[in-house]
């Protein structure tokens, strides 16, 4: 019985808080990508891969009361905070998906700005193409982030990063 | 004259319920609207299991997608032609985009995509790049316009007024399929002016924009959106049809896997499978063939395969009742214990549904940029996010609303033939009685 909202639940607990929607979907999209069994269907979006899936999943998990989202006002906009409740953590003990290496991986994410793992993000979505053709796609498809060079370097070594974490422990 | 330019001797017009008519003047579209690979949108429906909850809605994706095309032509036609902000070069690739966002799609997609772990974004695609029909003639247009008029549907194309035509949260898509399935569905749901909204759409760098004046009619589109969802998409009804669907795709696979001898080699399905469909072999299945097994598997030795054919093909459907997940998970591992003691695998008959398994989504105002919001073009030429100027969008785009249901097969809880005592404490968690 929802393996899906499990195996989500068991994402937050690893990561311990998440803040901000945008980096919650990139996280995940980024661990999907990193081959960890999370089922959400993502899409091109304005502002880089996107799942209504998940969004919806992380409301049904915040209704039941396994998540707690706070909503902070920052500045001209609302941020959110999400972290596991005591009833997520009883409700894991019957369902907790095992997922190894993923607390590792997603501790990492989680220290990154989401402007970083949108940039991470959006390479890792274009991964069928070659590198040249990724860096373009940035470039245009992400004109207004002005990501530079050196940025886009760093996102292709982080994944190569993550990827590393994945195999070697 | 070049190909993308040729019109054709006379106008062609599909009559439509929807739109009235649907327009085709050039030539491309209407040699693409020939092709198998479009045709073949005919075989598979709009709405997929919902036409055994609303006996209408046997519309096929064949007329969504002519839909979508005409909306768009009406929009580059007749109100972005000869503004500054639009490219009149852009036009037919909008159209063509239009037309095919479809094309992908298979026989009772949502359902196959889970259990076979495919994407019919994946396959649209493969048709407009691969070789095909289509992607012949959209390589006559020129040799790079397959893959522009591909990116487009994937969003992932450099213009983003073009990607956000064909989809956004008010898109042409959103826009036929609303007014489409109400149609079809026969519930007075889902109707809104779509004329007045086209009229106050405007181009702009990234997105088309809607002027302020306009407030009203699309407020009546997000009502549209929001009560198609719940009363339409997410018919309790539909989801335990989906279920069983599911559920039969999932018990041909296991036995699949199991070496199963089945009565007539269910050749369609093995590439499905062993989960390694070529373009070719996903081009062969339409809703016809999948209909056709599901008839003769009626008559398999395997009793749950044969069982849950006879449900789906006879509508002879699950019931539910509603489910908290928060409240009741212990509850629903109790009632596994319990189904299996019984004799009736829980992990066929015993299912638990929720809000996010469908494919359908409600307007977002995009807090923190996750998605892009609809934005209001003020009188400054200032852009405002809808929410933050209608009190009515805000009041259900805020809201969170979720349902989860528990799916099961009435009759065999009331079989008393075996199992009684068992089956009655079922029937008492459940509160049947």
Redesign the interface.
């Given at each position: 019985?929802?393996k899906d909202?499990a195996k989500l639940m068991s994402a937050f607990l690893a990561s311990g808080e998440v803040v901000?929607?945008?980096k919650l979907?990139k996280m995940i999209f980024i661990a999907k990508k990193l081959e960890f069994p999370f089922?959400e269907?993502f899409?091109?979006?304005?502002?880089g891969p996107?799942s209504?899936?998940l969004?919806?999943?992380v409301?049904?998990l915040?209704?039941?009361?396994?998540i707690s989202e706070v909503k902070e006002k920052k500045g001209g906009?609302?941020?959110?905070r999400y972290t596991v409740t005591k009833?997520g953590e009883d409700?894991l003990q019957?369902?907790e998906k095992d997922m190894p290496y993923l607390q590792d991986c997603l501790t990492d994410m989680n220290v990154q700005s989401a402007r970083f793992l949108e940039l991470v993000s959006t390479v890792l979505y274009?991964d069928s193409l070659p590198k040249e053709e990724v860096v373009e796609?940035v470039f245009?498809?992400k004109s207004k982030q002005k990501y530079t060079t050196e940025e886009i370097d760093e996102a292709f070594a982080y994944i190569e990063g993550l990827k590393g974490k994945k195999i070697v422990q | 004259m070049e190909y993308a330019k040729q019109k054709l001797h006379e106008e062609k017009v599909f009559k439509d319920p929807v739109h009235r008519y649907v327009h085709v003047r050039d030539r491309v579209i209407w040699d693409l609207i020939g092709t198998k690979e479009f045709q073949r949108l005919r075989r598979i429906r709009q709405l997929g299991t919902t036409y055994l909850t609303f006996h209408g809605a046997e519309h096929s994706r064949f007329n969504h997608s002519l839909g979508v095309y005409e909306i768009i032509r009406r929009i580059v036609d007749d109100v972005f032609a000869g503004r500054p902000e639009w490219n009149q070069d852009d036009r037919l690739l909008s159209l063509c985009a239009a037309l095919l966002h479809d094309l992908g799609h298979g026989p009772f997609s949502h359902s196959f995509?889970?259990v076979f772990h495919l994407?019919h974004?994946h396959f649209t695609q493969a048709i407009i790049l691969g070789d095909t029909e289509v992607n012949e003639v959209l390589t006559k247009v020129g040799p790079d316009f397959p893959k522009h008029v591909a990116e487009v549907i994937?969003?992932?194309y450099?213009n983003?007024l073009v990607v956000s035509l064909i989809s956004s949260q008010i898109d042409a898509d959103r826009m036929d399929y609303l007014q489409r399935d109400a149609y079809f569905t026969g519930v007075s749901y889902g109707h809104f002016d779509m004329e007045r909204i086209l009229r106050v759409m405007r181009p702009r760098e990234?997105?088309v924009v809607i002027k302020q004046s306009g407030m009203h009619a699309v407020e009546d589109y997000i009502m549209s959106r929001y009560q198609m969802y719940w009363q339409v998409y997410f018919h309790p009804v539909t989801r335990s049809a989906e279920v069983i669907l599911t559920k039969i795709l999932h018990r041909a696979k296991e036995l699949h896997e199991e070496y199963y001898s089945f009565k007539q080699s269910p050749i369609h399905f093995y590439s499905l499978f062993e989960e390694e469909v070529s373009l070719q072999d996903y081009l062969k299945l339409d809703e016809a063939v999948i209909m056709y097994y599901f008839q003769i598997w009626q008559e398999e030795e395997d009793p749950i395969l044969r069982d849950l054919c006879e449900r789906f093909m006879n509508r002879n459907l699950f019931k539910y009742v509603e489910f908290?997940?928060?409240k009741e998970?212990?509850k629903?591992?109790e009632l596994e214990v319990l189904f299996k003691k019984a004799g009736i695998d829980p992990d066929y008959y015993l299912v638990?549904d929720?809000?996010?398994d469908l494919?359908y989504?409600f307007y977002?105002p995009g807090?923190?940029?996750?998605?892009?919001p609809i934005h209001l073009l003020m009188r400054n030429d200032e852009l405002r996010e809808l929410s933050r100027q209608s009190d009515i969008v805000d009041s259900i785009s805020g809201k969170?609303r979720?349902d989860?249901k528990l799916y099961y097969p009435v009759d065999l809880l009331y079989d008393e033939s075996t199992k009684k005592n068992i089956k009655r404490q079922i029937r008492t968690i459940l509160e049947l009685t």
């Open positions: 019985m929802l909202h901000g929607r945008k979907q089922q269907k899409q091109f979006h304005f502002y996107y209504e899936e969004t919806l999943r409301e049904e915040c209704n039941m009361g396994f906009y609302y941020q959110y009833e409700f019957i369902y274009f796609k245009t498809l | 995509e889970k994407d974004e994937a969003k992932t450099k983003k990234d997105q908290d997940p928060a998970y212990k629903h591992s638990v929720s809000s996010s494919p989504d977002r807090e923190e940029e996750e998605r892009l969170r979720t989860h």
